[in-house]
Nanobody
Framework: VQLVESGGGLVQAGGSLRLSCAAS????????MGWYRQAPGKERELVAL???????NYADSVKGRFTISRDNANNAVYLQMNSLKPEDTAIYYC????????WGRGTLVTVSS
């Protein structure tokens, strides 16, 4: 399974971005899909997770600002990010489970103050 992220970029604080992740190489519907991020000098952390049935889970730091969604028919997952803050600056990675865990290469999100 290959995961390819897109939608990262540079945005001012208070702005919005929408990340997309397209999965290919699997005939089966992926199980949990999610977004993680890693800021410079910090460990990778969970941002948001969505189950195959649509149950979501968010890091406290993004609750109320980010929304995760998925398209099961196309094995895709999205992250709508609003009210962005400089501390949201990180490389954002797509993650998916199907018997094993798969990772994308990441997309950089930079939020300027």
């Amino acid at each position: 399974v290959q995961l390819v992220e897109s939608g990262g970029g540079l945005v001012q604080a208070g702005g919005s971005l929408r990340l997309s992740c397209a999965a290919s190489g699997s005939r089966f519907r992926l199980n949990n899909m999610g977004w993680y991020r890693q800021a410079p000098g910090k460990e990778r952390e969970l941002v948001a997770l969505i189950t195959r049935g649509g149950i979501t889970n968010y890091a406290d730091s993004v609750k109320g600002r980010f929304t995760i969604s998925r398209d099961n028919a196309n094995n895709a997952v999205y992250l709508q990010m609003n009210s962005l803050k400089p501390e949201d600056t990180a490389i954002y990675y797509c993650n998916a489970d199907l018997a094993m865990t798969y990772w994308g290469r990441g997309t950089l999100v930079t939020v300027s103050s």
